[in-house]
């Protein structure tokens, strides 16, 4: 049986405007039809350059004098998406919570993501006529940002201005799919009066499709007193290739329900007095 990949592939412009300032997007959706034997997939392709969503749900006592806040998407939203007929790399970023820091305080925030990924590879091997690999590559990556409550939104993930919570950008799942075909078929002639040729060709598809939950725990440390709000930023990425024959592949990423938390703690120091809190030296 041979796997076979169609597309049909479509552009829609989208601007997203309502009276919430929280609330601003302009994404490109890219409709990607995948299609196998015994599947019939339609993944939305968002490259999104900021999605603050009125959807979002926030827990806190009080944003002005709360202890810990959070905040849940349960929407799916696609970040990227690869075929030799083009790509489409996005992120997404949202304002999940807001929390008030004492100065020289830390907040403890956990970031988690149900991811799924998918990647197809195809290849095409005829005899004798060496190896063919199909290559497809799939991530999401994460971190979380702090700024002043009620500051703009655009470009919060890039802003210089911006807190990066400890460690910064981090893989919440990646997958690289290698699929490799070399065929090498020999036939033995006992009479000398035959001919024989061996003609034809072998293909081989396979296609992973995951979905799973991930979680990452990040540090914003020695803190200014302030009112913060606190955003999540995804990244996702696909690509793929070809090399030495004919072939095909599909990769795309996308993140479903997440959710954030943010804690204020005290991280006490180590009794190092040369300890730099920007490497991680921190112990409750």
Request: with cysteine; glycine share 8%.
């Amino acid at each position: 049986a041979h796997t076979k990949l169609d597309r049909n592939t479509h552009i829609i412009m989208h601007n997203l405007n309502n009276n919430n300032d929280n609330v601003t997007a302009h994404k490109k959706t890219i409709d990607y039809f995948f299609e196998a034997p015994g599947q019939n997939k339609n993944m939305k392709i968002f490259t999104a350059v900021a999605l603050l969503s009125a959807a979002l749900v926030p827990v806190a006592t009080n944003a002005q004098s709360a202890k810990f806040s959070a905040g849940w998407r349960t929407d799916d939203e696609g970040l990227a998406m690869a075929t030799p007929d083009g790509s489409s790399n996005g992120f997404l970023a949202e304002k999940l919570a807001t929390i008030k820091s004492a100065k020289g305080k830390e907040l403890l925030i956990g970031l988690s993501g149900v991811i799924n990924l998918l990647t197809f590879t195809q290849v095409k091997g005829k005899n004798i006529e060496g190896e063919v690999t199909a290559v497809a590559d799939a991530s999401v990556m994460g971190k979380v940002v702090l700024v002043p409550s009620g500051s703009s939104s655009t470009g919060v993930c890039t802003n210089e201005n911006a807190i990066v919570a400890a460690p910064g950008m981090v893989p919440f799942s990646a997958r690289k799919q290698i699929l490799t075909i070399d065929v090498a078929l020999t036939a033995e002639i006992t009479d000398s009066d035959l001919e024989v040729i061996i003609s034809g060709f072998v293909e081989v598809g396979l296609t992973l499709d995951t979905t799973a939950a991930h979680h990452f725990n990040f540090v914003a440390y020695d803190l200014e007193s302030e009112v913060y709000d606190v955003y999540a930023c995804w990244d996702g990425a696909a690509s793929g290739s070809v090399g030495g024959g004919d072939g095909d592949y599909a990769s795309a990423a996308a993140i479903k329900s997440r959710m954030l938390t943010v804690q204020a703690v005290r991280a006490v120091k180590t009794n190092d007095e040369d300890i730099d809190l920007s490497k991680g030296n921190l112990r409750n």
